[in-house]
């Protein structure tokens, strides 16, 4: 069954974030994030900074004071072989459940990929579940999970494991280096 709500008069806007964002936009996004994701409620109670990565720009579907769906992108140099790669990384992609399967998502990704192309990232990278895979390769994602990817937690380097998919999307670079990936960090 499609939601009710049309999704073709929202207001779909690239926000710069680096930290600053009006209150009321801020507790727009946070409740968002927090209903589409209730298992990190408590984090996004107190900050939108997932894992402390500050978003570059965030792309937000608006119905009037409502976030309906929100993707961030952070802007992260990761090692892929020997070679630097600058990636967006493409995160707390959301969409509140009366907006859900009405190609919302896809407008919002579509965006932050071309705001992405025009800011000169190399690529764009995510991390998803199986669930959602579809959504990303419907969308121009490729996924790479054969590639190792090491995250640092806590100072520890941590081997991400192959259910926790990897996916990248072509920008500057049409594809990545060969080789390992090592993300310097903790995943955004």
Request: charged residues 25%; hydrophobic residues 40%.
């Amino acid at each position: 069954m499609r939601p009710t709500k049309p999704t073709t008069s929202l207001d779909v806007r690239t926000i710069e974030d680096h930290g600053r964002i009006p209150a009321d936009l801020d507790t727009a996004i946070l409740l968002t994030l927090a209903a589409c994701y209730p298992e990190h409620r408590d984090m996004f109670a107190r900050t939108r900074h997932w894992r402390g990565h500050i978003a570059a720009y965030r792309v937000i579907a608006l119905d009037g004071g409502v976030v309906a769906a929100h993707v961030a992108v952070v802007d992260c140099t990761i090692r892929v072989g020997e070679v630097s790669v600058r990636v967006a990384g493409v995160g707390q992609v959301a969409a509140l459940p009366p907006y859900r399967k009405t190609g919302l998502i896809d407008r919002l990704l579509a965006r932050a990929v071309d705001e992405a192309k025009d800011r000169g990232f190399d690529s764009g990278m995510l991390f998803c579940q199986e669930r959602v895979r579809r959504v990303y390769e419907r969308n121009g994602w490729i996924d790479i999970t054969d590639r190792p990817c090491t995250r640092t937690e806590a100072g520890e380097r941590i081997l991400m494991p192959p259910d926790h998919l990897r996916m990248m999307v072509p920008l500057a670079m049409a594809e990545l280096p060969p080789g390992p990936i090592d993300l310097g960090g903790d995943k955004w």
